[in-house]
């Protein structure tokens, strides 16, 4: 069940290709019968991971293995299929997945589904995909992107927080365009100007500020694969949390979520009881505390 958890959590942390490989191990290790309503639900995540990596061969593949397995009086095949024409329009195939979204509407309606809002889904994914230039639109990341070097760049008399903060939001744009490299310079600047002590006294090193750039730099180094320096600056984010806890409401998720995080690299740098002893703090406090 291990290879579940792990591979959940890079699935999260954009680690697409890590994910598909635990995932694999789980079904082989564990003699998963392909029949298995466990293995079509895992096929269909890998399905979606290969997608995400634009390995749209790939997805049909683990879709296709899914839905041999599959009639259409399984509401799986609703989801299914609408993962399909996600496919198909990425390929900028609108026909192929207008159909596929079509399908899905009709798998729902045959089943008398009383759910409007779940069916609607899939009548407005046919509608946006056919009226605005045949594709679904997804955020606009890159103009974000832009407004926020804007500011840096045209001198909006920011703050140092301010400066800082905008930095920040630069670095999570490029982290959501898979630009972790460059993400990564912009964080390690943003928090070097808290360290070296540019910021005129208005926060210090302990500030939560600190706290979210050794995460955000700990993401990118995962990703990067220098799993030993991820390490280092989440544990650094551990003990400025520790020092220095941040308002009440956010500190537990945050605190399970780096725990999640440190367990994810004991794990990849082989030390499976520090993974556990990190995982029992994550759980601890989850099920301790509440939130949303």
């Given at each position: 069940m291990i290879y579940i958890h792990v591979a959940f959590i890079f699935s999260n942390?954009?680690?697409?290709?890590?994910?598909?490989?635990?995932?694999?191990?789980?079904?082989?290790?564990?003699?998963?019968?392909?029949?298995?309503?466990?293995?079509?639900?895992?096929?269909?995540?890998?399905?979606?991971?290969y997608h995400h990596l634009s390995a749209y061969d790939n997805a049909f593949i683990h879709y296709g293995i899914v839905l041999s397995l599959l009639d259409e009086t399984n509401l799986l095949s609703i989801e299914?299929?609408?993962?399909?024409?996600?496919?198909?329009?990425?390929?900028?195939?609108?026909d192929h997945a207008i159909s596929c979204y079509q399908q899905a509407l009709n798998i729902g309606s045959a089943n008398d589904i009383k759910n409007l809002v779940e069916n609607s889904i899939y009548e407005r994914q046919i509608n946006d995909t056919d009226e605005h230039h045949r594709s679904i639109i997804?955020?606009?990341?890159?103009?974000q992107l832009k407004n926020y070097q804007c500011q840096l760049n045209d001198g909006h008399n920011l703050?140092?927080?301010?400066?800082?903060?905008?930095?920040?939001?630069?670095?999570?744009?490029l982290m959501r365009k898979g630009d972790s490299h460059q993400a990564?310079?912009?964080?390690?600047?943003?928090?070097?100007?808290?360290?070296?002590?540019?910021l005129d006294n208005e926060i210090n090193s302990t500030s939560i500020r600190c706290v979210d750039l050794s995460y955000q730099i700990g993401l990118c180094l995962m990703k990067k694969g220098d799993f030993l320096e991820a390490l280092n600056s989440l544990?650094?984010?551990?003990?400025?949390?520790?020092?220095?806890?941040?308002?009440?409401?956010?500190?537990?998720?945050?605190?399970?979520?780096?725990y999640d995080n440190i367990a994810i690299l004991y794990f990849l740098l082989h030390e499976p009881f520090e993974a556990l002893f990190m995982w029992k703090k994550s759980n601890?406090?989850?099920?301790?505390?509440?939130?949303g």
């Open positions: 942390l954009g680690c697409y290709e890590k994910a598909i490989e635990l995932y694999n191990k789980y079904l082989l290790i564990n003699y998963v019968s392909i029949d298995n309503p466990e293995a079509k639900v895992i096929h269909m995540i890998i399905g979606y991971l299914l299929y609408n993962h399909i024409g996600d496919v198909w329009n990425n390929m900028d195939n609108i997804n955020p606009d990341n890159e103009t703050t140092s927080v301010q400066r800082i903060d905008v930095f920040y939001q630069i670095g999570i744009c990564l310079q912009i964080f390690s600047k943003a928090k070097q100007m808290i360290i070296s002590g540019q544990l650094e984010a551990e003990q400025i949390i520790i020092k220095d806890p941040p308002v009440w409401d956010r500190f537990p998720q945050l605190l399970a979520t780096l601890d406090i989850k099920t301790n505390f509440s939130y």
